[in-house]
Each structure stands twice: as C-alpha cells, then as structure tokens.
C-alpha cells in the first residue's frame, strides 16, 4: 500500500491551498484517513480526521479554516486549507489506517508528506 500526496506549495498569507492524498495497492477499507503536519524540532501533529461514515475532527488552529473531506471510490482525503497563516508553514503528511484484507487486522500507513510554505 502507498500514499500518494500532492498539492503543496509556496502561498502569501491569507491564500488557499488544496492537498490530496490516494491510496493505491491491496485494500479491502479504509477506517480513517488524516492530515498530519510536523515543523523542525516539533513533533508531527493532527491537523484534520475523518472516518469512514464521515465524522470529522479538527485541531484547534485548523477550525473554520481548513476542511477534510473523502472520495471513497478514489480512497482518496483531500484538505482544503483557506486563510493560511505563516504558522501554518510545515511538511504536511497524509495518514490511512485500513485492512488489506477481509482477513486481516487494521495498519496504520503514511503519505511522504508535501511542503507547505506560507509566507507574510
């Protein structure tokens, strides 16, 4: 299984972006998809999830500005990030847990990231 992400870049603050992110190789269901986002000498943290019947949580700094959503038939998760600030600026990573198999248990997978930078 790999993910695929795509869609970052460099934006003036106030700008928008949209990341993707697909899934390709054996899969059986996806149970949650995620953006990620790490800094230099910061842990990687949540930015935005969604699960499989659609329920969504997002981290504080990204409430009312950013949106995940899904396309089931792609196994893809987007994240539409408007009113970024500099702070926004990090390696944003797209995350997946699903089964390959009917038979098998849930893993956890990651996308390589993509570089967003958010300039003032």
């Known amino acids: 299984v790999q993910l695929q992400a795509s869609g970052g870049g460099s934006v003036q603050a106030g700008g928008s972006l949209r990341l993707s992110c697909a899934a390709s190789g054996s899969i059986y269901s996806i149970n949650m998809m995620a953006w990620y986002r790490q800094t230099p000498g910061k842990q990687r943290e949540l930015v935005a999830i969604i699960s499989n019947v659609g329920s969504i949580s997002y981290a504080d700094a990204a409430e009312g500005r950013f949106t995940i959503s899904r396309d089931h038939a792609k196994n893809a998760v987007y994240l539409r990030m408007t009113s970024l600030k500099p702070e926004d600026t990090a390696v944003y990573y797209c995350?997946?847990?699903?089964?390959?198999?009917?038979?098998?248990?849930?893993?956890?997978?990651w996308g390589q990231g993509t570089l967003v930078t958010v300039s003032s």
């Open positions: 995350y997946a847990m699903l089964q390959r198999s009917r038979y098998t248990s849930s893993s956890t997978y």
